[in-house]
Nanobody, 123 residues
Framework: QVQLVESGGGLVQAGGSLRLSCAAS????????MAWFRQAPGKEREFINF???????TYADSMKGRFTISRDNAKNTVYLQMNSLKPEDTAVYYC?????????????????WGQGTQVTVSS
């Protein structure tokens, strides 16, 4: 069982930056594929990126360049650095964990989810 707790969300002006954190419980964090998704009101949950246990990363095409995933296995934490934020980035941001075999952009493939953190970008 893995518990995930996101933090770092908030209100930011357009063009600003935020770094989200997701702290995970458990001693096998390094073995998990860790992902970030977001969901805006009235929209489906959207894939942002994932980081596999070996360190490789995959990004949604629309998220390349402004969003960066990183992980610190010693701290059981995954991060999402978001730069040049736009009002359309406003959403609830979720981290998710899947087994080390998870290589998916589909939210259904992930086993554990955090509670989400709200990011609001003002124009």
């Amino acid at each position: 069982q893995v518990q995930l707790v996101e933090s770092g969300g908030g209100l930011v002006q357009a063009g600003g930056s935020l770094r989200l954190s997701c702290a995970a419980s458990g001693r096998t964090f390094s073995m998990y594929t860790m992902a970030w998704f977001r969901q805006a009101p009235g929209k489906e949950r959207e894939f942002i990126n994932f980081s596999r246990s070996g360190g490789s990363t995959t990004y949604a095409d629309s998220m390349k360049g402004r969003f960066t995933i990183s992980r610190d296995n010693a701290k059981n934490t995954v991060y999402l650095q978001m730069n040049s934020l736009k009002p359309e980035d406003t959403a609830v941001y979720y981290c998710a964990a899947g087994t080390r075999f998870t290589i998916s952009t589909n939210w259904n493939s992930y086993d554990y989810w955090g509670q989400g953190t709200q990011v609001t970008v003002s124009s």
